[in-house]
C-alpha cells in the first residue's frame, strides 16, 4: 500500500488502522504524472488526495495496481473509466464532512443577504454607517433553490427548513414535482428562475460542467444569490464576473473554482458583490479525523477481501 500525496500534518488516523490490520505502507510526495509512474511501480493499493491518475498513469502502473482510494469525494483527478478498463478499484469517501459544506453554504447565505463581509470591511476601513449596507431584505419567506440533491444538499436543505423558506431544488434522479423532506423537485429554469438564494451542491462530470454560464446565469433574479461549495467548474468564471458587474444577479459565494488555487490578481476578487473562502468548506478537526480513518479502512478492507463500503466503479463483487 502506498499513499501517494497528502497534506496531512500527521499520519496517526491511518496508522492506528493500519496497525490494526497489520498493513505495511510506504508515504511518496508524488504531484505529477511521472512522480506516480517513477516512484510508484510496483505497488497494489493507493491512497490519494491531488495526484493525477490519468490513463496514462493507470496503464502505466498495470498491471499491479488495483486499488485507488481517493481522500476526498471529487474524482477529478481519478480517470474512472481508464481504471475500470484495466480492472481497478476505485473508491472515494462520499460521506465525510456533510454537515461543514452544509454549514458552509449556511453562511455563505447570511453573508452575502445581510451584506456582513462588506460592511465588516467597511466598517473597520472607512466609517461606522450602516447606510453602506442598503438594500438589505429579510429571508423568511425567500426562495432558496438547491442545484443537487444529494447528501449534502439533502444537509443543506434540513438546515435551511428552519429559516421559514420555500424550498425547491433541481436533480435528475428525482420527477418533477417530487417533494423530497419539504424540498420540491422543479427544472432547472424554475430553480433559476424562482431561487433568492441558490446553492450548488451537484458533483462535477460532462452533465454539470458550465451549468452556470451567462445565459443561465441571466435567468436568475437580479436580487438573487448564487452561491457554490461544491466543485470548481459548474460555474463558469468569466460568466460570473459578468453577472456581478452588470448586477445581473446580486451577489455570489464561492469556496471552489475551476483551477485552484485562485490567485490574488483575479478580477473577482476586486467586487464588493463576492466573497470567496479557499475550499475549506469540507473542513473541521472532526471531518478530518474522519476523512483520514475512512480512506485508511477502505483500503484495508479491499486488502483483506472484505465488502467495501465506497465502491465507485464496482470493480470488486
Known amino acids: 500500500m502506498?499513499?501517494?500525496?497528502?497534506?496531512?500534518?500527521?499520519?496517526?488516523?491511518?496508522?492506528?488502522?493500519?496497525?490494526?490490520?497489520?498493513?505495511?505502507?510506504?508515504?511518496?510526495?508524488?504531484?505529477t504524472e511521472e512522480d506516480l509512474i517513477n516512484e510508484c511501480k510496483g505497488y497494489s493499493i493507493f491512497m490519494n488526495q491531488y495526484a493525477p491518475f490519468t490513463r496514462k498513469v493507470i496503464e502505466a502502473l498495470s498491471p499491479e495496481i488495483k486499488q485507488i482510494v481517493r481522500y476526498g469525494v471529487g474524482l477529478n483527478?481519478?480517470?474512472?473509466?481508464?481504471?475500470?478498463?484495466?480492472?481497478?478499484?476505485?473508491?472515494?469517501?462520499?460521506?465525510?464532512?456533510?454537515?461543514?459544506?452544509?454549514?458552509q453554504a449556511v453562511g455563505?447565505?447570511?453573508?452575502?443577504?445581510?451584506k456582513i463581509v462588506l460592511m465588516n470591511?467597511?466598517?473597520?476601513?472607512?466609517?461606522?454607517?450602516?447606510?453602506?449596507?442598503?438594500?438589505?431584505?429579510?429571508?423568511?419567506?425567500?426562495?432558496?433553490?438547491?442545484?443537487?440533491?444529494?447528501r449534502i444538499g439533502k444537509t443543506f436543505a434540513k438546515r435551511m427548513s428552519g429559516f421559514d423558506v420555500k424550498l425547491i431544488a433541481s436533480d435528475p434522479i428525482y420527477n418533477i414535482g417530487d417533494v423530497i423532506n419539504g424540498v420540491t423537485i422543479v427544472d432547472f429554469d424554475t430553480l433559476l428562475k424562482e431561487s433568492d438564494v441558490?446553492?450548488?451542491?451537484?458533483?462535477?462530470?460532462?452533465?454539470?460542467?458550465?451549468?452556470?454560464?451567462?445565459?443561465?446565469?441571466?435567468?436568475?433574479?437580479?436580487?438573487?444569490?448564487?452561491?457554490?461549495?461544491?466543485?470548481?467548474?459548474?460555474?463558469?468564471?468569466?460568466?460570473?464576473?459578468?453577472?456581478?458587474?452588470?448586477?445581473?444577479?446580486?451577489?455570489?459565494?464561492?469556496?471552489?473554482?475551476?483551477?485552484?488555487?485562485?490567485?490574488i490578481?483575479?478580477?473577482?476578487?476586486?467586487?464588493?458583490?463576492?466573497?470567496?473562502?479557499?475550499?475549506?468548506?469540507w473542513y473541521s478537526e472532526e471531518s478530518s479525523l474522519e476523512l483520514k480513518t475512512k480512506v485508511a479502512e477502505e483500503a484495508c478492507r479491499f486488502l483483506n477481501h472484505e465488502t467495501l463500503h465506497y465502491p465507485v466503479n464496482n470493480i470488486c463483487k
Open 121 to 150: 470591511e467597511y466598517t473597520k476601513k472607512e466609517k461606522w454607517d450602516y447606510t453602506r449596507g442598503i438594500k438589505i431584505f429579510r429571508i423568511p419567506n425567500k426562495t432558496v433553490g438547491i442545484y443537487g440533491l444529494g
Open 198 to 263: 441558490l446553492s450548488i451542491h451537484s458533483p462535477f462530470d460532462k452533465t454539470t460542467k458550465h451549468s452556470f454560464n451567462l445565459e443561465n446565469i441571466k435567468k436568475m433574479k437580479p436580487t438573487s444569490f448564487l452561491i457554490n461549495v461544491s466543485r470548481g467548474g459548474i460555474i463558469e468564471e468569466e460568466a460570473l464576473y459578468t453577472a456581478l458587474t452588470q448586477n445581473i444577479i446580486a451577489g455570489a459565494g464561492i469556496d471552489v473554482v475551476e483551477i485552484e488555487p485562485m490567485t
Open 77 to 103: 483527478n481519478v480517470d474512472v473509466e481508464a481504471a475500470t478498463e484495466f480492472g481497478v478499484q476505485v473508491c472515494n469517501v462520499p460521506d465525510y464532512g456533510m454537515n461543514e459544506v452544509a454549514d
Open 265 to 281: 490578481d483575479s478580477k473577482l476578487f476586486k467586487l464588493d458583490n463576492f466573497i470567496v473562502s479557499p475550499h475549506i468548506a
Open 108 to 114: 455563505m447565505m447570511l453573508a452575502l443577504c445581510r
Open 2 to 31: 502506498i499513499i501517494t500525496d497528502c497534506d496531512h500534518s500527521n499520519l496517526n488516523e491511518e496508522k492506528a488502522v493500519f496497525d490494526k490490520y497489520n498493513a505495511e505502507y510506504e508515504l511518496k510526495t508524488c504531484k
